[in-house]
T-cell receptor, first 114, second 111 residues
Framework: NAGVTQTPKFRVLKTGQSMTLLCAQD?????MYWYRQDPGMGLRLIHY???????AKGEVPDGYNVSRLKKQNFLLGLESAAPSQTSVYFC?????????????FGPGTRLTVL | ELKVEQNPLFLSMQEGKNYTIYCNYS?????LYWYRQDPGKSLESLFV?????AVKQEGRLMASLDTKARLSTLHITAAVHDLSATYFC???????????FGEGTQLTVNP
């Protein structure tokens, strides 16, 4: 049981390049989330999904797109990277059971945009 | 818009001392979470508080929730160096809802 995994762990992009971050979970969780973490700002929600085939915007969705074609995977895309998107990105998943209401986080992806 | 504020943001304390981290939030919510993050690592769940008056303890850490005051506290008893980390609180309105995180409290425990 690997929990939540993220690919890649590190990436350097040039301004204007595109990339996709992959999040996978093997806990059969319905909910999945993408956050970014910047110094002094805690975690901010980018997009989230409440089930396969559904996505919704979070606090800071601009410049990102997501897809959830399979329940276990949640993809985060940057179509045209900007230096302001330099950050650490965390994926998380969560069950809908109210008695075990915890978000489980992946190890993070450190992205630098030059 | 839900806002979550933690204080202090930075805390340096000596081993053996006690201290409390505070988490205030702006709108009615019925669940609060505490997470720990070590430098360069991911977030680890510490506590989930699901009702007014809830208190949970694990080792030297104890968390409590007062939904009427919109306040949660994380109390550290007899701190040890291994507790050095950043602690986040997060608030969710209902089960399964999105979470809003505080800025984090960076705790350093000195020998």
């Amino acid at each position: 049981n690997a929990g939540v995994t993220q690919t890649p762990k590190f990436r350097v992009l040039k301004t204007g390049q595109s990339m996709t971050l992959l999040c996978a979970q093997d806990m059969n969780h319905e909910y999945m989330y993408w956050y970014r973490q910047d110094p002094g700002m805690g975690l901010r929600l980018i997009h989230y999904s409440v089930g396969e085939g559904t996505t919704a915007k979070g606090e800071v969705p601009d410049g990102y797109n997501v897809s959830r074609l399979k329940k276990q995977n949640f993809l985060l895309g940057l179509e045209s990277a900007a230096p302001s998107q330099t950050s650490v990105y965390f994926c998380a998943s969560r069950t809908t059971s109210p008695n075990t209401d915890t978000q489980y986080f992946g190890p993070g992806t450190r992205l630098t945009v030059l | 818009e839900l806002k979550v504020e933690q204080n202090p943001l930075f805390l340096s304390m000596q081993e053996g001392k006690n201290y409390t981290i505070y988490c205030n939030y702006s709108t009615t919510s019925d669940r609060l979470y505490w997470y720990r993050q070590d430098p360069g690592k991911s977030l680890e769940s510490l506590f989930v508080l699901l009702s007014n008056g809830a208190v949970k303890q694990e080792g030297r850490l104890m968390a409590s929730l007062d939904t009427k005051a919109r306040l949660s506290t994380l109390h550290i008893t007899a701190a040890v160096h291994d507790l050095s980390a950043t602690y986040f609180c997060a608030v969710g309105k209902t089960s399964g809802s999105r979470l809003t995180f505080g800025e984090g409290t960076q705790l350093t425990v000195n020998p």
